[in-house]
């Protein structure tokens, strides 16, 4: 199969539109049947698939980055009578497991990504439903902060995914119901299992949309909204011109792939790949200015965008590679520098986008499902925002000392502000604070350390790392720690992870990520909707599905 | 196959034995190898299946009822050089899905009523690990207080159930040891990576274990422990007397069962199956003495055991009866009475156990995987504890007025004090807050209307009820319900429901169920553990398993 390719931009798109009309903007779904990743399944009715989440995906976040003067985004749909219907059922009929599991983790950082513009960028989102809306259209509509439904006497809301389809509204659709919307449960019952839908007064009664409002209304009603939304908003304003994503570059290099300052090295034997993140080749930026005349070569920003990619581009492209090892290059000071430029600059709205835009970096590589290793060896800088990369591992490994051969200094892990509160996970804690959960004193004990760098033993005594290691063992303990990891089940490995990567507090999104995903993933397994004769198979064959009838 | 008997006494215990000296009392595991559920397999080396876990959970409960002088309980082995090597894996590897998930669902709640145990009637758990200790095994000792292990250089607690069976410690094992122990994540990813497990002091710093200590200073050590841990409880020690469970008397009636004072009906065909609990035949005693007096067929106490004994009936025997109608029948007005008599009463020891014995069979109800329906009708008694069967349905239905032929005054709902406290659910919030989570305001209004009697338009207009229906219609409305959702893919209700029911906050209790569990729920479903080349399969074979090495 073609490898899956995330980067697009507007002039490509093929099921999204973007209109901008001063601060608000339109992002228009009219997805285009026939521009499914594959060419099995017809994409009628604004059903979609990765493909179209792909261009969603790059339009949530360039109306981020272009469009500082937006203060309030209005999702429609450019057909008639119909908002969504939801992802495509053939495709998911057909995709493989892996793929149904990958395809959901990405539509639901699509969702969580909108919720985020809302919160933190101030581009406030309102879900103009002006038509049906079902499963994944309702769970589109869910990330929004207001949804408003016409009422035409047949437009509804509706989730139909269990008695349709057999699976769970998995891109947070029952998770957004109960813990967004708070719908009363036994509502959300009757709701989750009513094929067709709620509409009109019942479904504003249910907490299901915000308001309902007449088709003769409608075109006022939402324009009206949302100006009122972009009141609400106080996204720093700028000189309102935005900062151009230019289009990713990147090249093959020894069969990885290689970015600005990113690459992929690939042991494919092994089943394991390499992520290298070199630190900013410059100081820091003497402004906001500068820094936003750099634009998308700014480097926060360049590595945000290129280890994103590399992310997305592993998880579907290379599913047999279970290990990811994380290493730096570069020097720790530059990183600490860049972190200090882009905390003192977060009245400035960019270096506010790019803050958030790495925290939902480093969230994706939380919620991969790979054994995630970072190395810190000479020559790295996991400093400050770097060294997230070594606290999102599920272990760091440290070497004391110098190589042999090597003159280069011993390697170093510096801490900074960075590191304490600005890119906290899903559970709504920094990776130090859920890392010390059960010792707080460890906690302040590495805040005293900010700024000091870090030799491998003096980070193990702190408990930064999980490993210090000499040299003369370093390469032992590495060979048999991956060809151990890649030994186990694959399976096992990502439930474990998934588990013990989020100690702590839950919030929605870590409910999105734990409790339904992994719910939706047992359905995704089961004869009753993957089978020859489940849900998901016979749907559309004008034969009933066939199902075992015991409960588990 | 036989339908599984949750009845059982110490006289027929044949793994466990119960040692009571004075406030201490020492629960020792010596499982018989031959005293498995089935003769398929042997429970060498203090493995346990489902029959050892019933002894378990009997003697958690009977140390509560039957021994209100206990105040520290020691769990510890009867064999040499081993505490307990965990779920038997044979056992695993030929149960079939449903009894997989049911069997860890069982095995959970008896770690959860440990733990329940412990903080609530004051009787604090010590797990004397004097051996080796794995997976199933540790994930018991985890449910303790405090957890010794003898330094003998050999004994080890270890998770391995990652790498030697590609599945997850998912007895609570994975959350107890980052949420309750809080290791740090990166140890407990070489914890549970680790087959060898862990000892010694080691063991110690990474917070697996509370303390070690050698083989000569065991015994002594074990035992100033628990009296140290017995200093802490405030058990009140009454007069000493505790109250004998005597065996739970049922009998078969019309194919279902029926016990004192609740029954259950069944309707295969449908695949319903009705549970029905009758009110207090009487007002509630004059004192705390003269309730004791009662024993086990003081009321509350009468119901929680029969309601415990047909919800797990029902889980394990009767998988394919997939929805369960709850339905009461008596006077609401003595319900209310026996409810303020057991929260005057919280002082006395049994008092305070009976709360929390029904506290643990609601909880039941809420983690099992049937659709819950409860119907309100005249001659029914859902008030106030009794009301908490309607608030854990899925959906209840209330009958407006009086039945066609019945002269039965119409059906009312009542609550009172006990649903705003007494009962949490695993969430730590009521139902009742769960239910209100998005209005507030509508658990203020309920909670004036303590005492009075709700007929079904009033419970309806306070959300306290899904739906009021007329006498004309109440038959086929009821009718086209249950046969639609009997018509719904088993597995998408079960995910479902088990979103659903739990909005809001998150706890470790509600973590195992639902994080932990649905993962575990789908690693029991790759072929990776359990095709016919996978771990479970080939365990002991002498062939290693062959993985499907994609990562999802």
Sequence with gaps: MEPIDFRTEPARYRHWKIDVDGEIAFLVMDVDPAGGLSGDYELKLNSYDLAVDIELNDAVQRLRFEHPEVRAVVIKSGKDNVFCAGANIRMLGRASHGHKVNFCKFTNETRLAIEDASEHSRQIYLAAVNGSCAGGGYELALAADHIMLVDDRRSTVALPETPLLAVLPGTGGLTRVTDKRKVRRDLADVFCTTEEGVRGQKAVEWRLVDEVVTKSRWDDAVRARAKQLAARSDRPRGDGKGVTLSPLERR?????????????????????????????????????????????????LAIARELEDAILNLRFNEPKLGVLVLRTEGDGEAVLDHDRFLAAQQHHWLMREIRHYLKRVFK????????????????????????????????????????????????????????????????????????????????????????????????????????????????????????????????????????????????METKIFGRLTAWQNWVFQRPNAVGAEGALKRYGSGIQPSFDRERT
Tied chains: 1, 2.
């Design 252 to 300: 093959s290099e020894n069969g990885g792939i290689a970015y600005s300052h990113v690459r992929i090295e690939i042991e494919r034997e092994r089943g394991v790949a390499g992520i290298v993140v070199r630190g900013p080749p410059q100081a820091a930026p003497a402004s906001a200015d500068a820094a936003q005349a750099l634009g998308a070569s700014f480097w926060p």
């Design 364 to 507: 994706r590589l939380d919620v991969t499902a790979r054994s995630l290793i970072a190395l810190i060896e000479p020559g790295s800088c996991f400093a400050g925002s770097l060294a997230e990369l070594a606290f999102a591992a599920d272990r760091s490994l440290m070497l004391i000392g110098t190589r042999e051969g090597d003159n280069r200094p011993p390697a170093a892990v510096a801490l900074g502000e960075a590191n304490f509160g600005l890119y906290p996970m899903g559970n709504a804690l920094t990776r130090l604070a859920t890392r010390f959960l059960g010792e707080p004193q460890s906690l302040e004990r590495a805040k005293e350390k900010i700024g000091t760098p870090l030799e491998a033993e003096a980070a193990e005594a702190l408990g930064l790392v999980t490993a210090a290691i000499e040299d003369f063992d370093w390469d032992d303990e590495l060979r048999v720690m991956i060809e151990e990891r890649t030994s186990f089940s694959p399976d096992a490995l990502s439930a474990m992870e998934a588990n013990l990567r989020f100690a702590g507090p839950e919030t």
